[in-house]
């Protein structure tokens, strides 16, 4: 039972490219997240969202925006990609019923930009 | 600034001997505390949280507030709990949202 699916399991980009990695959960969830997971360097928060079209930037912003036009999806576009974007990017969906509330996972979407 | 520690990139063990991966949170307030969980090839995945009080494959981890640490402990490590772990808290002040997580620490059960 699939809860939160991200579009894309690979993906090989160029340079300068504009990017899009989608997210999609079923679960009714107020709160997305967009991660980036490199060794050594755990996951850290780029973007996340609370609401349809409401967002607040995460840790490592830069290079990056988002779209949240249906509670359901939540999109990390990359304006223009560069090498240093290369990662496992993780999307992340978590309901509003309190801080102790469980996070779900999508499967990843591990990008190389050439 | 609200951070947390997990001062072991890598921890190797040997089947059968006890585990512990360590996680130190420096937050205002008093937040809540998880252990996710990354196996290969897998999603990650919650492994347990503080608020439950519930043991998980073995695994129970406890809150010591005076030291701010929430470390994972198994008293006997097993070959499929080689994975990548990760220490989350989350503030537990009104409106936040925010879910951020340490570096995580790999954990390599030797058979």
């Known amino acids: 039972d699939v809860k939160v699916t991200q579009s894309s399991r690979y993906l090989v980009k160029r340079t300068g490219e504009k990017v899009f990695l989608e997210c999609v959960q079923d679960m009714d969830h107020e709160n997305m997240f967009w991660y980036r997971q490199d060794p050594g360097l755990g996951l850290r928060l780029i973007y996340f969202s609370y609401d349809v079209k409401m967002k607040e930037k995460g840790d490592i912003p830069e290079g990056y925006s988002v779209s949240r036009e249906k509670k359901e999806r939540f999109s990390l576009i990359l304006e223009s990609a560069s090498t240093n974007q290369t990662s496992m990017y993780l999307c992340?969906?978590?309901?509003?019923?309190?801080?102790?509330?469980?996070?779900?996972f999508g499967q990843g979407t591990r990008l190389t930009v050439v | 600034a609200q951070r947390v520690t997990q001062p072991e990139k890598l921890l190797s063990v040997f089947k059968g001997a006890p585990v512990e991966l360590k996680c130190n949170y420096s937050?205002?307030?008093?937040?809540?505390l998880f252990w996710y969980v990354q196996y290969s090839r897998q999603r990650l995945q919650l492994l347990l949280r503080?608020?439950s009080r519930e043991s998980i494959k073995g695994f129970t981890a406890d809150l010591n507030k005076g030291e701010t640490s929430f470390h994972l402990k198994k008293p006997f490590a097993q070959e499929e709990d080689s994975a990548m772990y990760y220490c989350?808290?989350?503030?537990?002040?009104?409106?936040?949202?925010?879910?951020?997580f340490g570096k995580g620490t790999k954990l390599s059960v030797i058979p």
């Open positions: 989350a808290p989350v503030d537990s002040g009104a409106g936040s949202y925010q879910l951020t």
């Open positions: 937050y205002s307030g008093s937040p809540e």
């Open positions: 992340a969906s978590r309901g509003q019923g309190g801080y102790n509330t469980e996070a779900f």
């Open positions: 503080h608020i």
